[in-house]
């Protein structure tokens, strides 16, 4: 069944360092997102992506964050100058169609920034 | 407040119990999902209703859509301590793009 991956499944970062998480989402599908989520806490929408550009973001992802889809098949979400708060899982998820489609989720990244 | 939240926050049954958790939702919405999330993992989809849907099945799940009350709810039958897990009812927000906003969801314990 195809799935969602990413990598790396955990990474630990000095404040102030730059990550990279990535993503392969399912081959067909054309919607990409990245979610969010502090330990415990609710899952936050971070960013939409179609068509090699942001479709809609919200306002956690601010300057500090890009996505990019580099090759057609990664989509990367970059976190420049990480801060503490910035520990959380990652998740990407990908759709087939736009708007209220189920959305497929992969494992996650879990960032600890120290 | 937020676009989706469930009820109750924390729900401990025993095994073969029924399960009911509850959703409330403040926009007009096209669909209402349903996720699962084990703990540490990924979502992972369990069932979609439509706005003109009032109810539906899937295997032990029922969903119930009240669009003048805007609210859902998920109930898993005869639960089985496998189902332990937090439940997040989803909508999606239409604000020129799309995004999928979840809930802060209900942790259910089922108890062997």
Not at chain 1, 10 to 18: A, F
Not at chain 1, 40 to 60: A, P, T
Not at chain 2, 3 to 23: F, H, R, V
Request: hydrophobic share 30%; net charge neutral; charged share 20%.
């Amino acid at each position: 069944e195809p799935e969602v991956t990413q990598t790396p499944s955990h990474q630990v970062t000095q404040m102030g360092q730059e990550v990279i998480l990535r993503c392969v989402p399912i081959s067909n599908h054309l919607y990409f997102y990245w979610y969010r989520q502090i330990l415990g806490q609710k899952v936050e929408f971070l960013v939409s992506f179609y068509n090699n550009e942001i479709s809609e973001k919200s306002e956690i992802f601010d300057d500090q964050f890009s996505v990019e889809r580099p090759d057609g098949s990664n989509f990367t979400l970059k976190i420049r100058s990480t801060k503490l708060e910035d520990s959380a899982m990652y998740f990407c998820a990908s759709s087939e169609g736009q708007g209220p489609s189920e959305l497929f989720f992969g494992e996650g990244s879990r960032l600890t920034v120290l | 407040s937020q676009q989706g939240e469930e009820d109750p926050q924390a729900l401990s049954i025993q095994e073969g119990e029924n399960a009911t958790m509850n959703c409330s939702y403040k926009t007009s919405i096209n669909n209402l999902q349903w996720y699962r999330q084990n703990s540490g993992r990924g979502l992972v989809h369990l069932i979609l209703i439509r706005s003109n849907e009032r109810e539906k099945h899937s295997g032990r799940l029922r969903v119930t859509l009240d669009t003048s009350k805007k609210s859902s709810s998920l109930l898993i039958t005869a639960s089985r301590a496998a189902d332990t897990a937090s439940y997040f009812c989803a909508t999606v927000l239409n604000t020129g793009g799309f995004k999928t906003i979840f809930g802060a969801g209900t942790r259910l314990f089922v108890k062997a």
